[in-house]
């Protein structure tokens, strides 16, 4: 099997093994298995594939599961007319071209034995260990009978844990449903249908995720053909049509190869012609096609350090295409893809798309996980030690259950997902519209680690991936060091701190401690309903989702808000004497003058203040660094000697800026009053994205206590900011 290839008969520097006859290996299976001296000649062809990968490979494990399989499905055929053994033997086939190791072929030939024969799971185990009787399990179906309309995301609930705890066993079932979606045509159409859809929606996007391009491609083309006949057969046409189009991806090649060549770098260039999908994709986008669009040049090499040789020497003797390159060895792709991408112009200004990777690279391109081989083992088991050794290398998490050491962080969030979705229609669309977020990224925590994301998430979605529920209590979050909205939207590289109103962890920002008791927050704390709206990943929609039909009091969305809500005044139990003091002239010593701090900047001792003398005789007194004392200099206004009197007492407003969240107010008036400070008048804006903008104007027995009284405020969980005021000043 090969994805290079658009059509049989495209162009290509590289000659690929011969696709075996499945009608042949029909044959050959019904005449039963050979003697024990040899192997039958149905598995003897995938036996010869499975050497060319690994030649040292005892086969002795994958002649008795042919045995086992042969027998068991003798007399069952297809709705093609074929003897059933086919399809396990071609789906083993699809994994050992691929270069799958012994295990997961033993697997793949018996995958359908317990469910379509009388073979069982503990026969299974018995004769061929516990690794391959797990795989043989995770890809089993459950029964309709017992799960009705259920059956089949319950299935794939299932399976998808199974992979969770081992790859390999979305690997079979990749390959399973490849070789059913090339024998799709004996289906009715609408069953066509409704499994191409199934395989667009979640295995082609599995296929992506776990690497596996080659499965990938072949099963994208096969659900195009399905669901767009029409777009199909255009694509078709236009390949047929331009048969000719690797002459000038030819002669760049052969230029490339040159190069490489007088530049002292071993390198294998290929062609490597789009299948049907990528044709469509492309010409949608650039409309007309050119030769160089059909196809994109492959370079191999065996070091990384040779990638960027190649590179260097490509862009020295060709002209480059600047915005088409990308480096995926320096960060690779989520699913494993590691390339150099750059893009050449070739003869007659026809541009050339280059992929750049070593020989491992490609394989790992092409078989993603299956190329990891077994993930419990540094080096595969050979022989009779194979059965034996996997169990003991198994490892297992801290709960005791095994766990695959090579599960991508996209499928450990949604193991975690899917526990809180019993429902199977619930989660048969959560699925759908996880898989269907194709890229991924990543973004780090506050204490340093790595959090992987789907491309798009916001500050909601790394909430729940790092908190799970604790989540229900963030407040806000610091994206690269400045204050966002948690509907802020991430980008790949961010740093994201977390606001929690918790007393123990306060999030990510140590000044989130102090505030009122604990399980006081607790029971009241939780997301907005707006959160929603913000939330990308399922896990994120399900927690909302949960707590706000566990608390439908708390999570009624409030009612209109005025523009700006003000409460009542309450005045001052304190005097409020003005301490500020003009020294006059004395011919003027006996003039009535009175004095005003101002709004603008509220100076309170010690402040450095200056005086001018406004409307009325009355003399304003500003810090020196408020705007408005520039204003009154520049208008030659000459200011009034002013100083601090013996009264202690001062009159101050402050803002306060926070996140909006249940008792905030009463935990800040609470604050103020525990510093024995009083409220002369307050008034709270209406939340802007979360935010909340509280404005007090407060008065001090002691100035000294300012410093003590804004520390105070700034400890209340939520609080991220308290200022004095600065409004813009009134001159007169």
């Not at 040789?309 to 088409?324: D, I, K, N, Q, R």
């Not at 229900?472 to 979050?477: K, N």
């Amino acid at each position: 099997m090969s994805a290079e290839a658009a059509n049989p008969g495209a162009h290509s520097r590289r000659r690929g093994r011969p696709r075996i006859d499945l009608r042949r290996l029909g044959r050959a299976a019904l005449l039963g298995p050979a003697g024990r001296d040899r192997l039958p000649d149905a598995i003897g062809h995938v036996a010869d594939v499975h050497r060319a990968h690994h030649p040292d490979a005892d086969l002795t494990l994958l002649h008795r599961a042919y045995v086992l399989a042969e027998s068991s499905h003798r007399g069952q055929f297809r709705k093609s007319g074929e003897p059933y053994i086919t399809h396990p033997l071609a789906v083993t086939l699809i994994l050992a071209e691929l270069g799958a190791e012994t295990t997961t072929l033993t697997a793949s030939l018996l995958h359908d034995t317990v469910e379509d024969t009388e073979v069982t799971l503990d026969q299974v185990r018995r004769e061929f260990g516990t690794e391959v009787g797990y795989l043989v399990d995770g890809v089993t179906k459950l029964e309709k009978v017992d799960y009705g309309a259920a059956a089949e995301p319950e299935t794939f609930r299932k399976m998808l844990v199974a992979t969770g705890n081992d790859v390999r066993v979305m690997s079979i079932k990749l390959a399973d449903r490849l070789h059913n979606m090339r024998t799709l045509g004996v289906m009715r159409p609408e069953k066509q249908v409704r499994i191409a859809k199934v395989t667009q929606d979640v295995l082609i996007p599995l296929a992506e995720r776990l690497g596996v391009q080659a499965l990938k491609t072949e099963l994208e083309d096969l659900v195009f053909a399905i669901l767009e006949p029409e777009e199909y057969e255009r694509t078709r046409a236009l390949i047929a049509e331009n048969t000719a189009a690797g002459v000038d991806l030819d002669t760049t090649a052969d230029r490339i190869s040159a190069v490489l060549k007088d530049a002292g770098i071993t390198a294998e260039v290929r062609i490597r012609p789009r299948h049907f999908v990528s044709v469509h994709r492309v010409s949608t986008k650039r409309g007309r096609l050119r030769g160089t669009d059909f196809g994109r040049l492959l370079i191999l090499v065996a070091e990384d350090a040779d990638c960027y040789a190649v590179l260097g020497e490509l862009h020295t003797c060709f002209t480059p295409v600047v915005s088409e390159f990308k480096d995926f060895i320096a960060a690779p792709k989520f699913n494993l893809y590691q390339s150099l991408h750059t893009a050449v112009t070739g003869p007659h200004g026809a541009v050339a798309e280059v992929l750049i990777r070593t020989h491992q690279m490609h394989r790992v391109a092409e078989a993603g996980v299956i190329a990891l081989g077994n993930p419990y083992a540094s080096a595969e088991p050979t022989g009779t030690e194979q059965t034996a050794t996997a169990t003991a290398a198994e490892p297992y998490d801290v709960d005791g259950d095994r766990v695959d050491p090579t599960r991508p962080g996209w499928l450990s969030r949604l193991l975690q997902w899917q526990q809180a979705t019993p429902d199977p229609d619930a989660f048969w669309t959560s699925l759908r519209a996880d898989l269907a977020q194709d890229r991924e990224i990543t973004v780090f925590r506050a204490d340093g680690r790595m959090l992987g994301l789907p491309a798009g998430a916001t500050c909601v979605d790394a909430a729940y991936a790092q908190y799970g529920e604790r989540a229900h209590s963030c407040i806000g979050a610091r994206v690269n060091g400045r204050l966002a909205a948690l509907g802020t939207v991430l980008k790949d590289g961010d740093t994201v701190h977390l606001l929690r109103a918790d007393d123990d962890a306060g999030g990510d920002d140590p000044r989130a401690a102090g505030g009122p008791p604990k399980a006081t927050q607790e029971a009241v704390s939780g997301p907005a309903p707006d959160w929603l709206d913000h939330a990308r990943t399922p896990a994120a929609r399900i927690a909302i989702t949960a707590w706000l039909q566990a608390h439908p009091d708390l999570a009624q969305p409030p009612a209109a808000a005025p523009r700006r809500a003000a409460l009542t005044p309450v005045a001052a139990d304190r005097p409020t004497t003005v301490s500020a003091v003009v020294d006059l002239p004395d011919a003027d010593a006996d003039a009535d003058v009175t004095v005003r701090l101002a709004g603008c900047c509220t100076p309170v001792p010690p402040d450095a203040v200056t005086g001018f003398s406004v409307r009325g005789g009355v003399v304003t007194v500003h810090r020196d660094q408020c705007a408005a004392v520039s204003r009154m200099r520049s208008l030659d206004r000459a200011p009034v000697p002013v100083r601090w009197g013996a009264e202690a007492g001062c009159r101050v407003t402050l803002v306060a800026e926070s996140f909006g969240r249940p008792r905030l107010l009463a935990d800040l008036t609470e604050a103020i009053a525990t510093e024995g400070a009083a409220i002369v008048a307050a008034t709270v804006e209406p939340p802007s994205q979360q935010r909340v903008r509280h404005t007090y104007t407060l008065q001090l027995p002691d100035a000294a206590g300012l410093p003590a009284l804004m520390r105070a405020m700034r400890d209340v969980p939520g609080v991220y900011d308290v200022s004095r005021t600065q409004h813009p000043a009134v001159t007169g």
